[in-house]
């Protein structure tokens, strides 16, 4: 609770004085009262009051003396006195009190109502200054606070601060400034920051820098600045301009930060995610970026750009006999011996697997391209050295030109990946030039898809049969599965045509599950009218291979055409299990634990080794037709198909030749021990009821 305010009087007229005591206490004031001027000084000491009311004339010692005795006091020269004069128009005593340091001044006999107005005017205005006093002392007190603290984040701070005047010059500068450029607070202080100043920027720079700072108030951005010992560093900057109370600059504030660590993180980051680990060249991601920005450098000067999409050839051969391992060897090695031969400017990247992308910039003519490519051709023509083996590698290569065969970069890229697959259907090394035939092939390939697709529902396929002939009772034992799509409109589609689309687009699942279902559905039919020894025979395409549900998918057609499982045979092909030696042997011993036959189609074609012929659980081998076409003329051949005949026969393998065409193809091969035998000789492959009437009539 605030205490009352102190009244003293000082007057030798005591019945004054008590009255005033009394009527001011009535008013909630603290009053004491003194006879005279020396008592006055004496009390006031004591007492402290916050108001004096000195009558002007009094014993031992007068009012106007003890006003400026109590004035002189430390606690007096704040505290306001008004004088007490009993003398009618006293203007000499008026500014003598007022030039003794009174306030005030009220003349006897006194007004009651008058004084206490005053009284109450000045405690008043005293509080008023009182607490305007203290805000102003808090006020100060925030500031310095808020200086103190301020001057501490500046010492603490890891960001360089630099302020300077108007004119440029620096004013100070906090610890970070001195850590991170070099230069103390006294080498920089008085000079100007270009002193930082590096050579990455143009005055141009810096001429923007000043416009934004005068005409927006601050900049901020990434600039180099330059460090005591000449060293350069990426710096964040971020400028501001002072104003004073009238919008005036007066100071700049630069606070810096030193990005040279981010810099390097940020670097190592982005190699990290923009190049390939193996071969260190740029990814796809970076690839597809770097030939937007070749294509737009073209575009500006005028110039052409190749680009080039190199594939291995049969690649997956070298991964198969070495092991991933030495693939990657390879691999690496390849990136470097094409990165060797295409010239400085001209950028290479290593887009997936064995394929690597390739921007020639700044095309003249046709032959700069057509040099390049035999130049890289050329790199790979030297054997590849593995485990003391020697390695051919040949390559394909798809070629478009910006902005020749087109301007948009996704589409160029679709259109070189076209090319590619051009050149992969010639043998070795090739090159093919984007034409406008490969987009009108891609057209048909997308349109054959969508058939495709519809063809299943609409139910334009069937199975055709191939009968197998036991090449010593002569008997048909077996039938192999083809199958047949009558296209409305275009007759019937060879599987050929057909089958690798189907690969591709995984359309090869649904149909391999009818393929399956319905050979099964057959092979029943026969064996029931009679065809107890009926192998039926149906080819698994790679996809169908590696299908996560193929078990479940051959127990389900097993189940519900209650064909037993030995009477159904798979063929496959070498190059199908080749890929995952050890996943395609577990896969294969699922099939051979569903009681199932596995013959391996086409053999001869593919890469298996007679090592790797002996690991795989394989029932029968099938002599690729190529081998048994020639068979009778040519000599190579003959040998051929007696060694896998006699290497089958050894392996405990049923062996089986594809093709059979004449009956000297067939004579030779019973000669030479070959057990089965199916081609045109015996029939070509036939629809389901004809068959059952070759196989009938056959057998009879
Ligand atoms: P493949 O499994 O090696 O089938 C043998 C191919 O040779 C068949 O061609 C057959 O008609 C043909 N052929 C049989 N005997 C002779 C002959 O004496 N001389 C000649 N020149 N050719 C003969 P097709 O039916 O056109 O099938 C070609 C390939 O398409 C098949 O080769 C097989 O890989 C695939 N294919 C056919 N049907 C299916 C199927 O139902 N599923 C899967 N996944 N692939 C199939
Ligand atoms: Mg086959
Ligand atoms: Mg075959």
Not at 507 to 521: D, F
Request: charged share 25%; hydrophobic share 40%; proline share 3%.
């Amino acid at each position: 609770m605030k205490r009352s305010w102190r009244i003293l009087i000082v007057d030798d007229d005591t019945f004054l004085w008590n009255w005033l005591k009394d009527s001011l206490s009535l008013l909630d004031y603290e009053v004491e009262a003194a006879e005279n001027g020396l008592q006055g000084i004496e009390l006031f000491q004591k007492f402290t009051p916050d108001l004096v009311l000195m009558d002007a004339m009094m014993p031992i010692m007068g009012g106007l003396e003890a006003c400026q005795q109590i004035k002189a006091l430390p606690a007096g020269k704040n505290i306001p006195i008004i004088m007490m004069t009993g003398i009618k128009e006293d203007d000499e005593t008026v500014i003598q009190s007022f030039d003794a340091g009174c306030h005030d001044f009220v003349t006897k006999p006194i007004n009651l109502t008058v004084l206490e107005r005053r009284i109450h005017t000045i405690l008043s205005g005293i509080l008023s200054e009182e607490k305007l006093a203290l805000s102003n002392r808090a006020a100060l007190e925030s500031i310095s606070d808020q200086l103190k603290i301020t001057s501490l984040v500046l010492e603490k701070a890891t960001e360089a601060v630099l302020i300077t005047d108007l004119g440029g010059t620096i004013q100070s500068v906090n610890p970070a400034f001195t850590t991170i450029t070099g230069y103390s607070f006294k080498e920089a202080v008085g000079k100007k920051p270009n002193i930082l100043r590096s050579e990455h920027h143009e005055e141009s720079f810096y001429k923007a820098l000043w416009e934004a700072l005068f005409s927006q108030g601050s900049w901020r951005g990434e600039m180099w600045n330059r460090r005591k010992n000449g060293e350069a560093f990426p710096v964040m900057q971020n400028i501001t301009a002072i104003q004073d109370k009238y919008g005036e600059i007066t100071h700049f504030v630069s606070i810096f930060t030193d990005l040279t660590n981010c810099k390097k993180n940020q670097d190592n980051q982005d190699l990290i995610t923009t190049h390939d680990p193996l071969t260190g060249l740029p990814d796809r991601h970076l690839y597809s970026e770097q030939v937007k920005q070749a294509a737009l450098r073209a575009g500006r000067n005028g110039s052409k750009v190749a680009i080039l999409l190199i594939n291995m050839n049969s690649f997956r051969r070298v991964n198969d006999s070495m092991g991933y391992l030495q693939g990657d060897a390879v691999l690496k090695e390849i990136g470097s011996r094409l990165k060797g031969s295409i010239k400085s400017g001209d950028l290479i990247s290593r887009l997936r697997g064995d394929e690597f992308g390739i921007v020639l910039v700044e095309i003249i003519t046709l032959q700069d391209v057509t040099d390049t490519i035999q130049k890289l051709f050329q790199s790979l023509s030297c054997p590849f050295i593995l485990q003391e083996h020697e390695i051919i590698i040949t390559a394909s290569i798809g070629v478009t030109l910006f902005p020749d065969d087109h301007q948009d970069i996704e589409t160029l890229l679709q259109k070189t990946d076209r090319a590619l697959s051009q050149a992969k259907e010639q043998e070795g090394n090739s090159f093919q030039f984007f034409t406008p035939d490969l987009d009108s092939q891609a057209c048909q390939r997308l349109s054959m898809e969508s058939n495709l697709r519809k063809a299943l529902t609409n139910q334009e396929f069937t199975l055709f049969y191939q009968p197998k002939v036991d090449l010593i009772s002569k008997k048909v034992v077996g039938t192999e599965a083809l199958i047949r799509w009558f296209q409305p409109g275009r007759g019937t589609v060879p599987p050929v045509e057909f089958i690798p689309l189907a690969e591709e687009s995984g359309l090869i699942i649904p149909m391999g599950n009818w393929i399956l279902n319905t050979a099964c559905q057959n092979a029943r039919e026969w064996i029931e009218n009679g065809a107890c020894s009926l192998q039926v025979s149906v080819n698994i395409s790679s996809r169908q291979f590696q299908d996560p549900f193929i078990i479940a998918t051959l127990q389900e057609a097993l189940e519900k055409s209650g064909l037993p499982a030995s009477c159904l045979e798979l063929e496959i092909t070498e190059s199908l299990v080749m890929g995952n030696v050890e996943e395609a042997i577990r896969i294969l011993r699922e099939f051979k634990d569903l009681g199932l036959k596995i013959s391996m189609d086409d053999f001869g074609t593919g890469y298996s080794s007679l090592s790797y012929l002996k690991k795989f659980p394989i029932d029968i081998l099938k002599i690729d037709q190529s081998f048994v076409r020639d068979l009778v003329h040519d000599a190579s051949d003959a040998a051929l198909v007696k060694a896998i005949i006699s290497m089958g026969n050894n392996l405990g393998l049923t062996v089986i030749a594809e093709g059979v065409e004449t009956v000297e193809q067939a004579l030779f091969l019973r000669q030479e021990g070959c057990d089965m035998a199916q081609g045109y000789l015996y029939s070509k492959p036939i629809e389901k009821n004809l068959f059952a009437q070759f196989f009938r009539e056959y057998n009879r």
